[in-house]
């Protein structure tokens, strides 16, 4: 293990101030366990195709796919791991002095590849030269899975709220339920939070999942003025309810009123701490417990 590979301490402009479920200064400290870790074990960065929770090993770009939205993309790297729904990994960048890191969320995965998607951030440090060196044959550190979620049969009706990029490990979740014919009695209400309709990524992804008839989509656009019939009419393509405001108490009371035993449903609740800590508060406020309340 070099000095290089020193997990260098986020700046205070690194941090989005939004209050990210793992934020920068988080991923920091977790990796300076990591590096003394390594430090005492020797442990080395290795290339191979089997990914590794306790060290970094550097995995190709294979493909680069540009999404909907302009400052998102999606990377493919060559491994012959299956991610578990849910899982994610933490990617690592070297500077002259240290290396920073950066936690992403496994959008896809299969016996011979996997995906990651990515926002570059115009000012972030850890993206805004990222384009420029993650390249198709490029090699990147990365290391995990970590987190994740258990899908069992059977299972109760689930209720799922998101906002931003946390849509992102819902994705392989979604699809492990609704493709699951044991499952085919479960509910699935999906409640995503995006500012307008162009940040929303993985539009195509998002009408596959439409298409199933145990699964209801509501989305929350927080500019109003996107309420034109442009907008409304592609989102009545994907979407069951379309609201152009934030996601709010009411809303979420106007979810859960169907439901006779709350007890017996299955929250996953995944953005921001700020977003995580209000979606809690409201559902909190309409029953007591929250032991069945997961957040990514």
Same mark, same amino acid.
């Given at each position: ?5 020193? =997990? ?16 920068? !200064? ?11 870790k ?15 929770s $306790?060290?970094?090993?550097?995995? @190709? ?9 302009g400052?998102?993309?999606?990377? %493919?790297f ?8 849910g899982?994610?990994?933490?990617a690592?960048r070297?500077?002259? @002095?240290?290396s ?24 972030? %440090? !850890? ?8 390249v ?6 990365? %290391?995990? =899975? ?8 059977p ?13 992102v =490990? ?13 499952l085919? $009695? ?17 539009v *195509?992804?998002?009408?596959?999942l ?9 989305v929350?656009?927080s ?9 409304? +009419?592609?989102?009545? +393509? ?7 405001? +934030?996601?709010?108490? @009411? *809303? ?5 009123? =169907? ?23 409201y559902?909190?406020?309409? +029953? ?9």
């Open positions: 293990m070099e000095e290089n590979d020193k =997990p260098v301490e986020p700046l205070e402009s690194d941090c989005c101030g939004q209050g990210c479920s793992m934020c920068v !200064f988080d991923i920091y400290e977790a990796e300076m366990k990591n590096y003394q390594s430090l005492s074990t020797n442990t080395l960065e290795s290339t191979s195709f089997a990914i590794s $306790d060290h970094y090993k550097e995995f @190709k770009v294979t493909n680069i796919q540009e999404t909907e939205v400052n998102v993309h999606i990377f %493919r060559d491994a012959n791991h299956v991610f578990m729904p899982e994610h990994v933490i690592k070297k500077l002259q @002095k240290g920073i890191t950066r936690q992403y969320s496994v959008l896809y995965s299969c016996a011979k590849y996997f995906e990651i998607l990515v926002k570059i951030y115009e000012n972030g %440090r !850890f993206t805004s030269s990222l384009m420029k060196d993650w198709l044959g490029s090699s990147v550190s990365l %290391r995990g =899975p970590f987190g994740g979620f258990d899908i069992k049969s299972m109760n009706d689930m209720i799922i709220f998101a906002s931003g990029t946390g849509l =490990p819902l994705f392989s979740i979604l699809k492990s339920i609704l493709g699951n014919h044991a085919d $009695d479960t509910s699935v209400i999906c409640s995503i939070s995006f500012k307008n309709w162009n940040n929303i990524f993985n *195509e992804e998002i009408k596959s439409a298409d199933y008839c145990n699964f209801t989509l509501r929350y656009l500019d109003e003025s996107c309420a034109n019939e442009k907008v409304k +009419r592609q989102l009545s +393509r994907v979407a069951d309810k379309v609201n152009y405001f +934030r996601i709010n108490e @009411k *809303e979420v009371h106007e979810i859960l009123k =169907p439901f006779s035993n709350l007890i017996k449903l299955n929250f996953i609740v995944c953005g921001s701490k700020t977003y995580e800590k209000d979606i809690e508060s559902i909190l406020s309409y +029953r007591s417990s929250n032991n069945n309340i997961v957040k990514l």
